[in-house]
C-alpha cells in the first residue's frame, strides 16, 4: 500500500489503487467525478473510450501505444482558487451553488508545494486587507490565487484583484510574504474590475524582479510567464512532448509547424540537435506565450543559427494557414487545438492542402473525431492515451495522421 495523505483534513490517499477524498465523499466537491474509482479502471476506460472513437478513422487498424500513467494525486502543478470567506478566515477552492466560498486548502490532487504554500498566502489576504470577492452582492476585492510550482519546488502567485488599491496592498507586504514563503520566485496582481465568469483579466503587473518561472518539462526548460498557458500535469506533459518528438525524429521532416504551440514545449522538443536543419515554426494567438516560448529557445539553442530556423509567431492558427502561400506548407505539422479542436476552417485546410503527416494532440477525443470526420484524406496510424488527468473523465489523446 502507497503511504498515506491524511484524509482527516480533507486530504486524499491511497488504498490498493484507489484515491479517496472526504471532500468528494461529503459532496463538498465533486470535481473529481471518477473519485473511488480504481486508477486501473480509470486508465482503461479512457483508452476504450479513446478506442472506439478513433478506430473508425483507420484502415488497417491502429498501432496503440500502451497508455502513459500519472501519480493519483498530487500531481496538479497550477491551482486555481476562488477566494471566498471574510478578510479573516479566507476560504481558497470553488463556490458553491449560492455563490459561497467552498474551502478545498487540503485537495489532494493540487502539487505538495503548492498546498504547503496555502497557509502563508492565506495568511497573506488577512495581512493585505483583501476583502473576497461576494459573487451575490458583487463587492469585495480578491477573486482568485493562482499558483504554479516549478520542478524546483519555485512558485509564481498571482493575486486575481479588481483595483488599483488592492495592487498597493500586495505591494506594501511583499517583503513579509517573501520571507513566509522562501520558494516565492514570482508574484502578480491581475486586474478584473469586470463582474463576469472568466479567471482573470487582460492587464497583469509584476510585483517581484523576476517575471518568469523556469519549469523544466521533459527536455525543455519553459519559461512561463505569468498569463502563459501550461499543462497542469507536468510530468504528463513531458511524456506528450517526448512522444511527438519520436515520432517527429522517425520521420525527419525538414520543416514543422507547430500550431497553437502555447510556450513551445513541441515546437522546441520537435526542433532536433544544435545545428540541425530541420525549421520550425510555432504559432499562438497569445503574444504573453509566444514571448515564453522564444525566452526558451534563447536559452537552449545559442547558435544564430538554430535562432533563425526555431521561430515563433503571435497569430491566430487558422487565420495564419489559411493565408499561406501553397509553396509554404511545411513537411508536417503540429496540432494542440483547445477543448472545440480544429474547427471547420482549419481541418478543411488540412485536408486540401496539409502535408504527408500531422501530429494531433487532443484534450477531447470527442472533438478529435469531429475533425479526423472533416479529414477524410487522413488516417490514424498510431495513438496513445496520456492520463493528464487522474480522478476525472479528461485525458490526452496524441494521434499520427497520415494521408491515405
Known amino acids: 500500500m502507497a503511504p498515506p495523505y491524511g484524509s482527516a483534513a480533507g486530504r486524499a490517499l491511497y488504498a490498493e489503487?484507489?484515491?479517496?477524498?472526504?471532500?468528494?465523499?461529503?459532496?463538498?466537491?465533486?470535481?473529481?467525478?471518477?473519485?473511488?474509482?480504481?486508477?486501473?479502471?480509470?486508465?482503461?476506460?479512457?483508452?476504450?473510450?479513446?478506442?472506439?472513437?478513433?478506430?473508425p478513422f483507420a484502415s488497417g487498424?491502429?498501432?496503440?501505444?500502451?497508455?502513459?500513467?500519472?501519480?493519483?494525486?498530487?500531481?496538479?502543478?497550477?491551482?486555481?482558487?476562488?477566494?471566498?470567506?471574510?478578510?479573516?478566515?479566507?476560504?481558497?477552492?470553488?463556490?458553491?451553488?449560492?455563490g459561497r466560498g467552498v474551502d478545498l486548502r487540503h485537495c489532494g490532487i493540487i502539487a505538495p508545494g503548492i498546498l504547503a504554500a496555502f497557509?502563508?498566502?492565506?495568511?497573506?489576504?488577512?495581512?493585505?486587507?483583501?476583502?473576497?470577492?461576494?459573487?451575490?452582492?458583487?463587492?469585495?476585492?480578491?477573486?482568485?490565487?493562482?499558483?504554479?510550482?516549478?520542478?524546483?519546488?519555485?512558485?509564481?502567485?498571482?493575486?486575481?484583484?479588481?483595483?488599483?488599491?488592492?495592487?498597493?496592498?500586495?505591494?506594501?507586504?511583499?517583503?513579509?510574504?517573501?520571507?513566509?514563503?522562501?520558494?516565492?520566485a514570482v508574484v502578480t496582481a491581475n486586474l478584473l474590475p469586470e463582474h463576469k465568469a472568466v479567471l482573470e483579466g487582460e492587464v497583469e503587473l509584476v510585483l517581484t524582479e523576476r517575471a518568469v518561472l523556469p519549469m523544466g518539462v521533459g527536455d525543455v526548460t519553459l519559461q512561463v510567464r505569468p498569463q502563459s498557458f501550461v499543462q497542469t500535469n507536468t510530468a504528463i506533459a513531458a511524456a506528450l512532448y517526448r512522444q511527438a518528438r519520436d515520432w517527429v525524429?522517425?520521420?525527419?521532416?525538414?520543416?514543422?509547424?507547430?500550431?497553437?504551440?502555447?510556450?513551445?514545449?513541441?515546437?522546441?522538443?520537435?526542433?532536433?540537435?544544435?545545428?540541425?536543419?530541420?525549421?520550425?515554426?510555432?504559432?499562438?494567438?497569445?503574444?504573453?506565450?509566444?514571448?515564453?516560448?522564444?525566452?526558451?529557445?534563447?536559452?537552449?539553442?545559442?547558435?544564430?543559427?538554430?535562432?533563425?530556423?526555431?521561430?515563433?509567431?503571435?497569430?491566430?492558427?487558422?487565420?495564419?494557414?489559411?493565408?499561406?502561400?501553397?509553396?509554404?506548407?511545411?513537411?508536417?505539422?503540429?496540432v494542440n487545438p483547445p477543448r472545440r479542436g480544429l474547427g471547420a476552417e482549419l481541418a478543411g485546410w488540412l485536408e486540401r492542402r496539409g502535408p504527408a503527416h500531422v501530429v494531433y494532440s487532443s484534450c477531447n477525443v470527442e472533438s478529435l473525431a469531429r475533425d479526423l470526420a472533416a479529414m477524410p484524406s487522413y488516417r490514424v496510424a498510431r495513438a496513445r492515451v496520456l492520463d493528464m488527468f487522474p480522478q476525472s473523465s479528461h485525458f490526452e489523446a496524441i494521434?499520427?495522421?497520415?494521408?491515405?
Do not use: N
Not at 471574510?86 to 477552492?93: A, I, K
Not at 489576504?125 to 493562482?146: F, N
Open 17 to 55: 489503487g484507489t484515491m479517496q477524498c472526504d471532500y468528494f465523499d461529503a459532496g463538498t466537491c465533486r470535481s473529481c467525478t471518477l473519485m473511488g474509482q480504481p486508477y486501473a479502471e480509470q486508465v482503461a476506460g479512457k483508452e476504450a473510450r479513446a478506442r472506439a472513437l478513433l478506430e
Open 61 to 98: 487498424g491502429i498501432a496503440w501505444l500502451p497508455p502513459v500513467t500519472s501519480a493519483e494525486s498530487g500531481f496538479r502543478a497550477k491551482a486555481k482558487m476562488v477566494v471566498g470567506g471574510t478578510v479573516d478566515t479566507p476560504t481558497l477552492g470553488i463556490l458553491d451553488a449560492a
Open 119 to 184: 497557509p502563508a498566502l492565506i495568511a497573506s489576504i488577512t495581512r493585505m486587507g483583501l476583502e473576497p470577492y461576494d459573487v451575490p452582492a458583487r463587492r469585495g476585492e480578491l477573486k482568485h490565487l493562482i499558483v504554479t510550482e516549478a520542478g524546483d519546488g519555485a512558485l509564481m502567485v498571482r493575486y486575481v484583484v479588481r483595483s488599483q488599491s488592492a495592487v498597493a496592498s500586495i505591494r506594501a507586504h511583499l517583503p513579509w510574504l517573501q520571507h513566509a514563503l522562501p520558494p516565492l
Open 249 to 334: 525524429d522517425e520521420l525527419d521532416p525538414a520543416s514543422v509547424w507547430d500550431l497553437y504551440c502555447g510556450v513551445g514545449g513541441f515546437a522546441l522538443h520537435c526542433a532536433g540537435p544544435s545545428g540541425s536543419g530541420r525549421a520550425v515554426l510555432g504559432v499562438e494567438v497569445s503574444a504573453d506565450a509566444v514571448a515564453s516560448a522564444e525566452l526558451a529557445r534563447d536559452a537552449l539553442f545559442t547558435a544564430d543559427g538554430d535562432r533563425h530556423r526555431i521561430s515563433f509567431m503571435a497569430a491566430d492558427a487558422t487565420a495564419f494557414a489559411l493565408a499561406a502561400a501553397p509553396d509554404a506548407v511545411p513537411a508536417l505539422v503540429i
Open 399 to 404: 494521434t499520427l495522421l497520415e494521408r491515405a
